[in-house]
């Protein structure tokens, strides 16, 4: 490995995901084994412009890998979108010193780091969203956890449905992407998911559904719907007003963006730091790290920003198929 870089910012920013924490402790125990510094930058870019920071050595990071949330604190920051916010930060790294930024987020993170690399400052960006939405990697830290804590919550939920015999609508978190909802109804069973991949109509997605399930004997019902789909208190009215039932809806919310990181969580988290700390100490900035065919790559940032992946549709007709028949 070369050692031009000898000293590493790093940051979390946007919506936080479980497995942060996990990358931070990556990045810096193996920058730290490379005789690189580690500063760890809080409360995402307006850590930067502030220069609001902490330096990180190989304890600080210990006991990390299974806690939910950031220990860097997180925001999402107005004023790096401008140019004078992004000249702050390029002076901050300056005075600090920092030869390079590591940035763990999603989309808006992503966004952030090529204006920084644009400014002179290299940076490595890493996937971390429970959306899963971003168009580079195939997978994003936190979305594993995420989709478990949906689960979990939607088969307490399924207990009182059944004893009650209702039907249940519940929202789960995903932007303007149905990953979460998707995966999360395939895992639960549910009669019918709303995703904003697939345009919605009531009576063929869920009323119909619900027909199915009750011809097959089915007396209590299951909706997933993604909040990039529609509101669910409306759709819980239509369904109300179409066939009859009185949908309890549970929204899910920032209950999803908790917790302690799966297996899965960890061990991709500790893989993309790794490869962070390596690319800039081979010499590559301006990069992020990607999931890719079960591999780590790193790719420019610039495209990476503009790449986009297809949504698994394959995987609605198997929730079609599925859902269809039996109790
Ligand atoms: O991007 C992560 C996410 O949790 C989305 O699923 C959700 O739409 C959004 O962030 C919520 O943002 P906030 O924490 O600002 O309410």
């Not at 559904?209 to 009750?214: G, L, S, T």
Request: charged share 20%.
């Amino acid at each position: 490995m070369q050692q031009g870089i000898k000293r590493i910012g790093i940051l979390t920013s946007g919506g936080d995901a479980p497995g942060m924490n996990a990358v931070v402790r990556a990045v810096v125990r193996t920058a730290l084994s490379q005789d690189v510094e580690c500063v760890g930058v809080r409360r995402g870019y307006n850590g930067l412009i502030n220069g609001d920071f902490v330096r990180m050595d190989a304890s600080s990071v210990s006991h990390i890998i299974e806690k939910g949330g950031t220990v860097l604190y997180t925001a999402r920051s107005e004023e790096f979108l401008t140019d004078e916010g992004q000249n702050k930060a390029v002076a901050t790294c300056r005075l600090l010193g920092l030869d390079a930024v590591v940035a763990i987020g999603g989309d808006g993170t992503f966004c952030g780091a090529l204006a920084l690399s644009r400014h002179g400052i290299p940076v490595i960006g890493i996937p971390a969203t429970i959306d899963n939405d971003l168009g580079c990697s195939q997978y994003t830290v936190g979305f594993d956890t995420a989709c478990n804590t949906a689960v979990a919550a939607i088969d307490m939920l399924r207990d009182t449905m059944q004893s009650h015999e209702r039907c249940s609508l519940v929202e789960v978190m995903g932007r303007q992407a149905g990953y979460l909802a998707l995966y999360v109804g395939i895992a639960t069973g549910a009669t019918a998911v709303l995703i904003p991949e697939r345009p919605v109509d009531i009576e063929r997605d869920i009323v119909e559904k619900i027909r199915q399930a009750r011809l097959s004997g089915r007396t209590h019902y299951m909706i997933v719907v993604a909040e990039g789909a529609g509101n669910a208190f409306d759709i819980a009215a239509q369904i109300k007003e179409s066939i009859g039932l009185d949908p309890r809806v549970t929204v899910l919310g920032h209950i999803q963006r908790g917790g302690s990181p799966s297996s899965r969580d960890r061990e991709t988290a500790t893989r993309m730091g790794y490869q962070a700390v390596r690319c800039l100490l081979e010499g590559k900035g301006n990069r992020v790290i990607a999931a890719r065919d079960g591999k780590v790559v790193d790719i420019d940032i610039a495209e990476a920003l503009a790449m986009t992946k297809p949504f698994p549709m394959d995987r609605y007709e198997v929730l079609e198929a599925v859902a269809a028949h039996g109790k």
